[in-house]
């Protein structure tokens, strides 16, 4: 996309391979890789990428996701060449020695230390998606784990590079204040000459299978101050129809301190010290997630009360057009806020092509969701909950534990003010 009103540039590089991909036994690989990425080659120094943006203003970095892993680049416009270059050098040859592996590893291990085990809820948020699927790979947390990265060799990782991360698995975004002619000559110059593999690209074929039954999973921790739970429905897939609607009843329920969750639970009844509604929809399907942290002495069954019920009204009497309005005022407003900017739009190109497998969509998407009514809303909601099993996730601290220690009695919460808060 050409737009000379800054003169700025925007590139990603978009790979369609996510920790969906892992290899069995191996979590995290997809997401080792997007520090391997970084490592350089023989052309290619382990800091080039910080030299060739952070030293003159602009930015690098990358993520990983369920289906995707996604690198990012905005410089001023006359740097692109280099950036293209150096894209398409770590595309088609990368550092994978031992030394190399090894440090990634540490700095992995190390992200899952704090992200995870330094973290109260951390192995609670694990749970939610290895005890919601039954056999679909995104139950394999992205993170990873330590005992498969220690477990990990480095003649797998050379597997995984050259069996993902090549040209037909890539697409290049290119946003911002560049000449058509020129780009295509340096894509043409510096991509041309990597080799696309003759092995087919190997994808996910494993489908989730409806749920036959309700099930509830309970551990502990030591580290969880206050109990925590979720409940999860099985939902479809980003490209479904339905996805509009869904984002919108998430926004509803849980988006901000105004919404009908947090207002309900949080504010009125004090039950919760937070609650949210996760509609997270990927290529494949997605998940359903209602998530709790209770407030000071409150039990689980309470708590988990109060959610029902509330589902229920909304399920029985649907949204109201203000609250549809206001989603739909906050929910686009984001939109357009990310829009506004080179490398926003190059996510939302990159979303479209890879991950809904329609470039045009990102001219539609955000029609669709504006012409979502309360019907629409109300309908979708009971398509996936409405007599659907459901997976119910407990995360309690050890004191709760039968048999074990009472732990010591915490002092009354403070009472919080019944306000009202946009």
């Known amino acids: 996309m050409e737009d000379h009103t800054t003169p700025i540039v925007a590139v990603q590089v978009w790979y369609h391979v996510g920790s969906k991909d892992d290899p069995a036994g191996r979590s995290g690989f997809a997401h080792l890789f997007e520090h391997m990425m970084f490592k350089g080659n023989e052309h290619l120094t382990p800091d080039a990428f910080d030299n060739l943006t952070e030293n003159i203003g602009g930015e690098n970095n990358a993520y990983t996701a369920d289906d995707v892993t ?16 150096a894209e398409a050098e770590r595309m088609s040859a990368l550092a994978l020695n031992e030394p190399n592996f090894a440090s990634e590893r540490d700095v992995v291990k190390e992200e899952y230390r704090q992200r995870i085990r330094a973290n109260p ?8 998606e290895k005890k919601s699927f039954a056999v679909h790979p995104y139950k394999r947390p992205g993170i990873g784990n330590i005992e498969e990265l220690d477990a990990s060799k480095l003649p797998e990782v050379r597997a995984f590079h050259s069996t993902f991360y090549r040209p037909d698995n890539a697409t290049l975004i ?11 000559a340096w894509i043409k110059k510096y991509f041309g000459p990597v080799t696309k593999p003759s092995e087919k690209i190997p994808r996910v074929t494993v489908k989730e299978p409806p749920r036959k039954a309700d099930k509830r999973e309970i551990s502990y921790s030591p ?7 979720a409940v999860t429905y099985l939902g479809p897939s980003i490209r479904s129809n339905d996805a509009p609607a869904l984002s919108l009843a998430e926004e509803i329920l849980s988006g901000g ?3 009908r969750l947090y207002q309900t639970m949080v504010y009125e009844q004090q039950i919760a010290q937070s609650v949210s509604c996760d509609t997270d929809l990927r290529e494949d399907l997605g998940l359903l997630t209602f998530r709790l942290i209770l407030a000071s002495g409150k039990p689980i069954a309470v708590a988990e009360k109060s959610l029902n019920d509330q589902l229920e009204s909304i399920l029985k009497n649907g949204v109201t057009d203000a609250e549809l309005d206001k989603a739909k005022t906050r929910f686009l407003t984001g939109k357009l806020m990310e829009r506004e900017t080179f490398n926003g739009k190059a996510s939302a190109l990159g979303q479209a092509v890879v991950v809904y497998g329609d470039p045009n969509r990102v001219n539609t998407d955000l029609a669709k969701l504006q012409a979502v009514t309360t019907a629409q ?12 099993k459901k997976v119910v996730i407990e995360y309690l601290p050890e004191s709760m534990k039968p048999g074990a220690s009472p732990a010591p009695p915490s002092p009354p919460p403070v009472p919080l003010k019944n306000e009202k808060k946009s």
């Open 174 to 184: 290119v946003v911002g204040d560049f000449k058509q002619e020129e780009l295509d």
């Open 257 to 259: 301190e105004s919404s």
């Open 121 to 128: 809820y951390g192995e609670f948020y694990l749970d939610i």
């Open 377 to 388: 809303v109300k309908e979708v909601l009971n398509r996936y909950i409405t007599g659907k």
């Open 223 to 229: 580290r969880a101050p206050l109990p925590a739970m």
């Open 70 to 85: 996604v690198y990012h680049e905005t410089v001023p416009s006359n740097y692109l060449n280099p950036i293209l270059w």
